[in-house]
């Protein structure tokens, strides 16, 4: 039985109703999102002469979540339009929407009753397909179905997002007894490829995987902080990215989640497992409720661990005093330990020094009285709450943004000295750990040819990881013989398979140098030359696809005079990026996180773009006094000016438009917007799961090879002349500077953009071929150049990450 989801029902606008709402709306989703009605006016509604019967009082619940979903932050739509594919209603008089559902999600007060009471209804109602699903994150799945038929039971399981679910990639599922194991495997393929999830199968015990590891974890490390004298801002300041953890750390994620939720997690959970050896350090200490008591629950009450203020015109954090419960200034101390740890290189051998120095060292020793229980604890939970250690490690790696989960990291550290040391203080690992070392296998994961296996628990020996088919990593390939086939400090050049070719770029920060224009150029002959290759796609696994042009290079060379050197760089860079749009094979651009300036450039010149959700693009050189240069500002007229004016439409609207996304640096929030804005074409693609990424980029290059042609050579720029640019400066540039909105600075940088979008000094607007526009763009670009003004704001970005406005 195979299940077509097109349209979803979430019943339930809480916090987590409305934002899973959002999401699968954001996935292209037809969404129905309902709650109760209201059993009682408010004294608004009774001022206005409302009755329980008006339609706004009827809704009056899910709108107002409806409302704080639009408005969250981070946002939880992908764009303001998603939201028209949703429709709110309510319980009363909207449920028969159910019956046209192909997906029932129940997110509703985490209470048992009300559960299957809902449960009940939805029974009567639901088509005898219909996928059914609880979000709860700590009632027994087999108690919510109880009472319900076995055709209910059969497509009935958990599906656990985290907050916020457009963000974290974790969806934990919950099969019961009774639930179909086809239904399962279609749920966590529809998670992955349409949400863009990592499914991870968890079994029905309390708290599932992520919150039982999670509150454990937090607790323990809360708990030990209190009783030995370690300030927060110290702790945070350890548990961050140091050892592979978000910025968020320890403290701050608390304000971010709210004290209130991390406490009745971990209280639910107490409840729940009597059984548990560990259940005792599962309670939240006393300050935790005195904390709560005194309203110090996070960014939603305003104040938590840290309380945002201003002081002296600057944005400060204070930090709490958990004696007084007053906020202090912020103390910043010296952690020598982390200095050092950095200096290590990856996270593996940062752990394993800060583990060596715990004697010594009392921030070392923290680290270890916290991490090393945590895997011990993950230990004793397999194969309680899991068969496989592979769904422990992405439940921590997906659902709290860990760079490893606990047997990841218990590997990096090197299992059999970790399990002697945890057996030095006291630390209790499980039995299945000491016979697997006993049986000669020193790790809990291994390669195996091009694979991975995994020690399992359940049957006493290894078995494969989990492979993605949707998955074509680049690392993976690197692996295989002959499939780099070329590579310098900044880029390299991979054999995809099937004849498709990877231009990947690795340099720092993923920013476009000279090397990797050399490597652009290699690739792109070798797609011309060799007849073998098909295609190219342009994309890699960092961080971001690319942040934009390498400043540090740039700069230098402006500093010492060489603007010769640039002005050959800026030839090279607009030549590569010509080369790849009038290419005779297609070009097809993977872009993913920040995808700025050279990055987006890049992608413009393709010809398609398969962008993952989660892009940020935009063409923002004005903040650090430049524009663009590599063709950007050209693509941008080509694309939004010139077709209007087939239809000889006006063109000042439309350059203005264009004009204003570059004055003004305007970032993309997602793909979704990034078309929107004009970055993406409406047949290029946007792929919710990053991890599939290259893989449905190279798809999609090989359905363009066939019978492809390249685009022709011709005056395709509508370049407005003169008088429209006349009009941007009059209109546009100097009300921003006389009415103190922009700079002066910013007044010339705009000047100049505006004579580019224009065509230069064209006294009649005209057809212009596309190197009309790059020889302005390069023009513009070595004149600021000259400016030291701009050569402060790109050392401001250099140093601070913010750009200067001078």
């Known amino acids: 039985m195979t299940h077509r989801i097109n349209r979803v029902v979430v019943l339930g606008a809480g916090t987590m109703g409305a934002a899973i709402a959002a999401h699968a709306a954001n996935a292209g989703l037809e969404v129905d999102l309902l709650d109760i009605a209201p059993d009682e006016l408010t004294e608004e509604e009774e001022g206005k002469g409302l009755t329980l019967e008006s339609p706004e009082v009827r809704n ?65 109602l ?69 949400l863009g999830k990592g499914g991870v199968m968890a079994k029905d015990t309390p708290n599932f995987i992520g919150n039982r590891l999670g509150s454990f974890s937090m607790i323990n490390a809360i708990r030990y902080a209190f009783e030995n004298g370690y300030g927060i801002e110290e702790v945070d300041a350890l548990t961050g990215p140091l050892i592979g953890h978000p910025k968020t750390a320890t403290f701050r994620l608390q304000d971010q989640v709210g004290l209130d939720i991390a406490i009745g997690v971990a209280q639910n959970l107490y409840e729940l497992v009597p059984e548990d050896e560990s259940r005792e350090q599962l309670r939240p200490p006393e300050k935790l409720e005195q904390m709560q008591e005194n309203d110090l629950l996070g960014l939603k009450s305003g104040a938590g661990f840290y309380k945002r203020d201003k002081r002296d015109g600057e944005t400060v954090f204070d930090v709490l005093n958990l004696e007084s419960f007053e906020h202090e200034p912020a103390e910043n101390p010296e952690i020598p330990l982390a200095e050092e740890a950095q200096k290590q290189g990856d996270l593996g051998a940062r752990l394993r020094f800060i583990m060596q120095q715990a004697e010594e060292d009392r921030h070392a020793r923290f680290l270890r009285d916290t991490i090393l229980p945590d895997l011990a604890y993950a230990s004793r939970r397999v194969p309680e709450i899991s068969d496989t250690l592979e769904n422990a490690d992405h439940a921590m790696e997906w659902g709290y943004g860990h760079e490893a989960g606990p047997f990841r990291i218990w590997d990096l550290l090197g299992v059999g000295e970790t399990v002697e040391q945890m057996q030095s203080l006291d630390i209790e690992v499980a039995d299945w750990v000491r016979e697997m070392l006993d049986g000669g296998n020193e790790s809990f994961y291994k390669k195996d040819g091009t694979g991975e296996l995994q020690f399992s628990p359940v049957k006493m020996e290894y078995e494969p990881v989990r492979e993605d088919p949707m998955q074509l990593s680049l690392d ?96 090279a860079l607009q030549d590569l990026l010509m080369g790849f749009r009038f290419a005779s094979k297609p070009v097809v651009a993977a872009p993913h996180g920040q995808t700025l300036g050279a990055g987006a450039e890049i992608c413009l010149h393709a010809d398609r773009i398969c962008a993952a959700g989660e892009t940020y693009m ?186 200067l406005r001078n």
């Open 60 to 124: 009056r619940i899910v709108n107002a979540g409806f409302e704080r979903m639009k408005n969250a932050r981070p946002p939880a739509l992908m764009s303001q339009r998603v939201a028209e594919r949703m429709r709110t209603g309510n319980f009363e008089d909207d449920l028969e929407r159910v019956k046209d559902a192909d997906w029932i999600l129940e997110a509703i007060v985490e209470k048992l009753e009300p559960k299957q009471e809902l449960m009940a209804r939805v029974e009567e």
């Open 126 to 194: 639901a088509k005898s397909d219909a996928i059914i699903s609880s979000n709860t994150s700590g009632i027994p799945l087999h108690s919510i179905a109880e009472n319900r038929s076995d055709g209910f039971k059969k497509r009935f399981l958990g599906t656990h997002f985290f907050n916020p679910p457009r963000y974290l990639k974790l969806l934990e599922i919950i099969p019961t007894e009774d639930t179909d194991p086809e239904l399962v495997e279609e749920v966590r393929a529809f998670g992955e490829r349409v």
């Open 476 to 571: 993976a390939l690197r692996e295989e013989e002959d499939k780099e086939i070329s590579r310098n400090d900044s880029a390299s050049i991979l054999d995809l398979g099937d004849g498709v070719l990877c231009l990947e770029i690795h340099s720092k920060g993923n920013s476009v140098d000279s090397a990797v224009v050399e490597m652009g150029n290699e690739a792109l002959r070798r797609l011309e030359e060799e007849d073998e290759w098909l295609g190219l796609v342009i994309g890699n696994e960092g961080g971001n696809f690319c942040v934009g042009a390498n400043l540090g290079e740039m700069a230098e060379e402006a500093k010492n005079g060489d603007l010769d050197e640039i002005g050959e760089a800026v030839d």
């Open 618 to 803: 935009g063409l923002v050189e004005t903040g650090v006094g430049l524009i663009p240069a590599g063709g950007g500002t050209k693509e941008l007229v080509r694309r939004l000016v010139s077709p209007p004016m087939h239809t000889r439409a006006p063109s000042l609207p439309y350059v203005q438009e264009v004009f204003e996304k570059i004055s003004m640096a305007k970032v993309s929030g997602s793909a979704l917007e990034a078309r929107e804005e004009g970055f993406l074409k409406e047949e290029d693609r946007v792929v919710m799961n990053g991890d599939h990424l290259i893989h449905a980029t190279k798809r999609e290059a090989l359905e363009l090879a066939d019978g492809y042609a390249p685009p022709t050579r011709d005056k395709s720029i509508y370049a407005a002349g003169t008088v429209t640019r006349g009009a941007l400066e009059v209109g546009a540039i100097r009300p921003m500077v006389w009415g103190g909105y922009a700079s002066e600075y910013d007044g010339v940088i705009a000047t100049h953009l505006a004579r580019v979008l224009t065509g230069g000094n064209l006294s009649a607007p005209q057809w212009v071929p596309e190197e009309h526009i790059l020889k302005l763009e390069k023009e513009a670009f070595l004149e600021l150049l000259k400016n030291d003004k701009t050569l402060e704001r790109i050392d401001a970005m250099l140093q601070t990450g913010k750009p």
